[in-house]
């Protein structure tokens, strides 16, 4: 069973362009936190507000060395919203499929029709 809070903090996280655009950067390799500011006009206080969510879901991860704090991503981070997405998507795959199966189907004409049709043309 999936821990729909755990997807719910995700998705939280995630609906503020500012902590997305952090990811983006983090998936290009770790930064410090001065590094992951630079890009925006805000304070570091505000920067270091939006790390702390996504610390806190579980996207990212941070270590402290001296005065210096390095963020980098959390490799399985972004797992149970993708097993959310991918329960969702193999069932209505399935229900194309079966669509698809059908209207196959009804394209081809019955073998009644079909005999009918070589009847005419003799």
């Excluded at 719910?8 to 998936?27: F, G, H, W």
């Excluded at 390095?70 to 669509?99: K, Q």
Aim: aromatic share 4%; charged share 30%; proline share 7%.
């Amino acid at each position: 069973m999936l821990n729909y809070s755990e997807i719910d903090s995700i998705l939280r996280a995630l609906v503020e362009p500012t902590r997305r655009q952090i990811l983006e950067r983090l998936s290009r390799g770790p930064a410090t936190v001065s590094q992951l500011a630079e890009p925006f006009g805000m304070t570091f206080a505000a920067v270091l507000q939006h790390l702390q969510v996504l610390e806190a879901c579980g996207l990212i991860r941070s270590e402290k060395i001296g005065r210096v704090r390095t963020c980098r991503i959390e490799p399985g981070g972004l797992a149970p919203l993708a097993d959310w997405i991918a329960e969702r998507r193999i069932p209505a795959e399935r229900h194309l499929d079966r669509l698809g199966e059908i209207l196959a189907e009804t394209d081809q004409p019955s073998p009644k029709v079909q005999d009918q049709e070589k009847d005419e043309q003799t």
